[in-house]
């Protein structure tokens, strides 16, 4: 009796179950949609469109506010710089490229230095070592080299080597990198509000 009740039960399920019915060749219901075979499933493959997801702070404490808070400061203080410092280099670079001997190159890095120093010395002296940390990986963000690979590029070998060891001892590493994912996560965050308009 039990098996003819359960026989009974799933003859009356699978009729309600709903599956595409083919006519003449031609889907009439469900959604036709690309798919992959994966281990021998039919996996539907639906593209979605992009989405952008702006929910950026969750809720923080008192504490957190005050780190966000710095942090959003302290960004806003150099990305500014670390933008022109992007535009001088693509400028300087395209300059040493087209350059034939090391002598010119030489002349043109001169002029470059006395240039940059006589417009910014005076206010990158005023910045904080926070700052100058979020400096350093902004210029990387925006020139795509690490700063000790520019200085021995532009300067050489030892002076990267000198300016390494001097920047260590403020706490400076000029080897690190620019990690959106990683470390930096944060300051790329601030950087995409700034960008957006969101701060």
Known sequence: MIRVLFFSMFLFLTSLTLAQEIKDGKVSKGIVCKTAVVDGDTIPLIELPASQIDDYVHVMSPIEKWYWDRLV???????????LAGIKFR??????????????????????????????????????????????????????NGNYDMIKELRGT???FFWQNIGRLFGYNLKARYDPLGDDHQVATVVYMIDNGLI
């Open 73 to 83: 400061y302290n960004v806003k203080a150099v990305y500014p710089y670390a933008k």
């Open 91 to 144: 400028e300087f670079d395209a300059i040493l490229r087209s350059t034939k001997s090391e002598a010119e190159k030489k002349k043109v890095l001169k002029i470059a230095e006395k240039d940059l120093k006589a417009r910014f010395e005076n206010q990158l002296k005023n910045l904080t070592i926070t700052q100058g940390k979020i400096l350093l990986k902004l210029i990387d963000r925006e020139t795509g």
């Open 158 to 160: 030892f002076m990267a």
